[in-house]
């Protein structure tokens, strides 16, 4: 795989020395390496704020002697804080996943030179801490940005390519603060093509809670536009984009009716491992728009041809709704489409760390050497989330411990119930929440009652499992507490069979249950999230449309993409989080960031407790040397 070297390498004390033509004297524990990585996706270390202290809004921090390396991806901010010795630093990337996401891992090494470390490409998801990461750039055309919460004025001035768009339609769960959208869209002078909309909810309890972005791209003479469907766990406000460790998932999609740049059009490609991409984005977004006024119902047709125009072939995820349609409650065949019981009907198709019926391994062996089955241990299921429903054990385990568990040949049955140990659920404890970036404040966005999180304890064997949102230590954003929901299936050898990320919680609210006497399946709230397979990565990395990119993605100067060619062997790819990359070595991997270890580590019985939000904390003192005040009902 080529190789991109990031050349650009200076000492920043002799930099300055050479501008002001004077020695620089070198403050103790000041950076002195200034690095600016040149080409697609460019890593950016930055000095230290001018304020005289970290400023760790939109930045990773780590600290890097001499000697030390420490694994960096595409597009990621890092402050570097120099040592006297550390002369030099260079870059090394592979051209790898640039298609969506973050990009093939590099090895940033002070006092030496990096090397690439695996054939491994980010699956078109990340742990998100830089709000720029993800905020759109270019010629927007079309755009329909969904969240719970959405402050209008900040995403308009982060995100200005927003205002320029000829129409822009805004799904909110916010009506108590759609009068300050509204006036934030006047003042940005986007009144007059913007439409704000609360989805309808029939069932209280209820939120339109989905995150993501749909926005259409027009050519710009370097980029050939299209759509990018960005799936996120982040409120689009200030505090969620830059103070949280969240997850995003992104891809970007042709049109249609184009070939793709390597000369090959629509009716060759192959089909879609994702199935019904489209469809299932049409289908959720007929039920968020079932009560637009008629005033506004021409967008009805707007978001039904951006699911149409575009060729949805190279998926690389499964869209995994929840809606609540008219009145909350669906039957028949339709229950099969959404929440929980999407998870389901996907998972019961999909072979766990086995691409069926492509390249040399329809004997149900992956690259490494893993049988269909993954071994003869019973796979565990993690769960993280940042909010917690009720539990009881006939939901948690028999219809959504269930649902998550299934595998082809159990049917709507689903899989076998998961039994003690199988289970794990994330959860940050108390010192964690205490000691982060925001102190006791964080918590605030970690709602845990009390009575929920020993509900949940009574479930998961009576003990949760450590957060890690520094990704092993690779990102230095450990204090940054979870907004990120993420659920995983994976056994005894760190491989996941399937990762999903995005806006679902754990609760029955947002993935639905069922109601035993008439059969129904009740959902109260919107959601979107997406489900990464194996099943989907090997066949998207040999499409022609791998890598397409409609337009630019983080801002940088940066070429088109280079395409993989069609017909390059196909092999399957693992699912590895991120953190554990150099344990795996080499070979077709695919990495997923995730906010713990796999398997996860268990909660130390001595020293640590789960954060809840409705007791007090005794006297101790925040990392801002406040102490905890209990938050005051409705």
Known sequence: MAQHACTYVQQQQQQQQQQSGSPVQQQAGSPALRLTAVGANPVVVCQRGSNGDWDMVGFLKHNVESGNSMVVRAGMRFY???????????????????????????????????????????????????????????????AIVSNFMIDMEW?????????????????????????????????????????????????????????????????????????????????????????????LWWQDFPRASTSSSNGVGSAALPPSAAGDFGAYMQ????????????????????????????????????????????????????????GHMRVRALLSRVRPGHVGGLGGNSGGVSSSGRGSSG?????????????????DNTWLREEFGASLSSEPGCGSAGGRPPGNGQIVFVWPTVDQVRSSYEGW????????????????????????HR????????????????????????????????????????????????????????????????????????????HPHAHFRAALAT????????????????????????GALAAHGGGALACVPLPYTLPPAQYDSDGDAPWIDDIGHGKLLDSKGKKYRIPRGP
Not at 293 to 322: I, M, P
Not at 441 to 464: L, R, Y
């Open 155 to 247: 995403l308009l001035q982060t995100a200005p390519a927003l205002t320029s768009a000829n129409q822009m339609l805004v799904l909110h769960g916010a009506e108590w603060d759609e009068a300050n959208m509204a006036q934030a869209c006047q003042q940005a002078g986007v009144s007059a093509r913007t439409v704000l909309h609360r989805p309808h909810l029939p069932l209280e309890y209820g939120t339109h809670h989905a995150k993501f972005m749909l926005l259409e791209y027009g050519p710009n003479g370097v980029y050939p536009g299209g759509l990018r469907v960005i799936i996120t766990t982040a409120n689009f406000i200030p505090r969620d984009c830059r103070n949280k460790c969240q997850g």
């Open 375 to 391: 071994g003869s241990q019973p796979p565990q299921l993690v769960l993280q989330s940042s909010s917690i429903g009720m539990m």
């Open 80 to 142: 570097i804080v120099g040592k006297a010795d550390v002369t030099a630093v260079e870059l090394v990337l592979s051209q790898g996943g640039d298609g969506g996401g973050a990009s093939t891992g590099g090895v940033l090494a002070a006092g030496g030179v990096g090397s690439n470390t695996a054939t491994a490409d980010a699956a078109h998801m990340t742990c998100w801490s830089s709000a720029t990461r993800m905020m759109p750039r270019g010629p927007i055309t079309t």
């Open 555 to 578: 801002g940088a100067a940066a070429a088109l993409p280079t395409m993989l060619l069609p017909g390059q062997p196909v092999v399957a790819y693992d699912l590895v989080p991120t």
């Open 467 to 542: 957060y890690d949102g520094s990704l092993g230590g690779i990102t230095g954003r450990g204090n940054a507490m979870p907004h990120i929901k993420s659920y995983a299936r994976h056994r005894s050898d760190g491989r996941a069979d399937w990762v999903m990320v995005g806006s679902h919680n754990l609760s029955k609210s947002a993935w639905g249950r069922h109601i035993r006497k008439s059969g129904a399946f009740v959902l109260r709230s919107y959601e979107l999230s997406v489900l990464v397979t194996p099943e989907t990565e090997a066949p998207y990395r040999v």
């Open 283 to 338: 289908s959720y977004l007929a039920f968020a728009l079932l009560q637009l006024g008629q005033e506004n119902s021409a967008w009805k047709g707007t978001a039904a041809r951006l699911c149409r125009d575009y060729n949805f072939s190279s998926a690389r995820g499964h869209l995994v709704g929840s809606a609540p349609g008219f009145n909350g409650y669906h039957n028949g065949i339709a229950i099969q489409r959404w």
């Open 441 to 464: 404040g964080a918590g605030d966005a970690i709602p845990g009652k009390q009575i929920k999180v020993e509900s949940m304890m009574e479930h998961v064997s009576n003990t949760f």
